[in-house]
């Protein structure tokens, strides 16, 4: 069983299309993540939901929305499509949110976003 | 200055040998610390976390804490081919978590 799964693992587009990307979790944890991984393989965080609530909201243009329809759901909705938006896109869960968790996060597979 | 900082490599150590992955902080009040692997187009995977000051082992691969120098490191016994890969540093500072930029190890057979 995967323990977070995104959907598609592929995404290749047109300049300003609209899209989303899916992620589920049965590992029951609390809080979720999106991360953005760019060609020099840089990891940054861009949104983080615990139960539900947006706990951290990166310097990310408003062109990506989140949405955490329940604790184990976590979507990215991305308007207006940009070059600069092609990367890999990971989520990832974990237990407990950050003050005084130390529990690591669990990676999807990863959304690779290719703009044309 | 970056909150997590890498020496990108790529590091090369032969078959067998120690290999040896460094991560310095900027984060004083960091809390926990992690290593990641991440295989070329796969996603990162969990390898060893610490807290506390000192060592901490867990097979071949051993997990250095240093707060007062703020640096963490991760050394890999007896590397073996299937050891190549990206390995992230990950940091805890209680409000966020940051990724280093990775350091690419290459183990020579």
């Known amino acids: 069983d995967t323990a977070v799964s995104q959907t598609p693992k592929y995404l290749v587009t047109q300049m300003g299309n609209d899209k989303s990307i899916k992620c589920e979790q049965n590992?029951?944890?609390?809080?979720m993540y999106w991360y953005k991984q760019d060609s020099k393989k840089f990891l940054k965080i861009m949104f983080s939901?615990?139960?539900?609530?947006?706990?951290i909201n990166e310097t990310v243009p408003n062109r990506f929305s989140p949405k955490s329809p329940d604790k184990a759901h976590l979507n990215l909705h991305i308007n207006s499509l940009e070059l600069g938006d092609s990367a890999v896109y990971f989520c990832a869960s974990s237990q407990g949110f950050f003050q005084g968790g130390n529990q690591p996060q669990h990676f999807g597979d990863g959304t690779r976003l290719s703009i044309l | 200055q970056k909150e997590v900082e890498q020496n990108s490599g790529p590091l090369s150590v032969p078959e067998g040998a120690i290999a040896s992955l460094n991560c310095t902080y900027s984060?004083?009040?960091?809390?926990?610390f992690f290593w990641y692997r991440q295989y070329s187009g796969k996603s990162p995977e969990l390898i060893m976390f610490i807290y506390s000051n000192g060592d901490k082992e867990d097979g071949r691969f051993t997990a250095q804490l240093n707060k007062a120098s703020q640096y963490v490191s991760l050394l890999i016994r007896d590397s073996q081919p299937s050891d190549s890969a990206t390995y992230l540093c990950?940091?805890?500072?209680?409000?966020?978590?940051?990724f280093g930029t990775g350091t690419s190890l290459t183990v020579i057979p």
């Open positions: 590992l029951g944890h609390d809080t």
């Open positions: 990950a940091v805890n500072t209680g409000n966020q978590f940051y």
């Open positions: 984060d004083r009040g960091s809390q926990s």
């Open positions: 939901y615990n139960n539900k609530e947006l706990i």
